[in-house]
């Protein structure tokens, strides 16, 4: 890591308000300095990762992603009818399955079930009632 000299001074001041001044501006610099270096090293099309919790340690990779989102896709597993829609930008949508009236819906890991709640003599006014409305 390159470190370059941006404006670091070493002025002395005679008054102590000054002088803690000046030197919180000269500690300042030199992060500055710290984090320009690091850029430096980067790539168009990197990006930078934290590599520990310790100050200025980070490398530079892939990332796997640019700023317009991730390439990614989604896809409906199990069988049935999928609720996977579309993708906007980096946003995955997904249908909402509503229960109704003696309807129950239930997740069963790459399935959701939906039964009735309710017994067929319970059901049948309503099959009818939505055949003729």
């Known amino acids: 890591?390159?470190?370059?000299?941006?404006?670091?001074?070493?002025?002395?001041?005679?008054?102590?308000?000054?002088?803690r001044l000046m030197a919180h501006v000269n500690r300042l610099t030199?992060?500055?300095q710290q984090i320009q270096a690091m850029l430096d090293e980067g790539q168009p099309g990197q990006v930078m990762t934290k590599l520990t919790g310790r100050d200025y340690d980070a490398g530079w990779g892939t990332g796997g992603g640019s700023s317009a989102g991730e390439a990614n896709i989604a896809a409906?597993?199990?069988?049935g009818v999928g609720v996977f829609r579309d993708k906007s930008g980096v946003q995955l949508n997904f249908r909402s399955l509503i229960g109704g009236a003696g309807i129950d819906?239930?997740?069963?890991?790459?399935?959701?079930?939906?039964?009735?709640?309710?017994?067929a003599e319970q059901l049948e006014p309503i099959v009818i009632a939505g055949v003729f409305a």
Request: glycine fraction near 4%.
């Open 105 to 119: 819906i239930v997740i069963e890991a790459d399935q959701i079930r939906i039964t009735a709640t309710d017994s």
């Open 1 to 19: 890591m390159t470190v370059r000299q941006i404006g670091k001074t070493d002025i002395q001041f005679p008054d102590e308000k000054l002088r």
């Open 76 to 79: 409906n597993v199990g069988d």
């Open 30 to 32: 030199e992060e500055v």
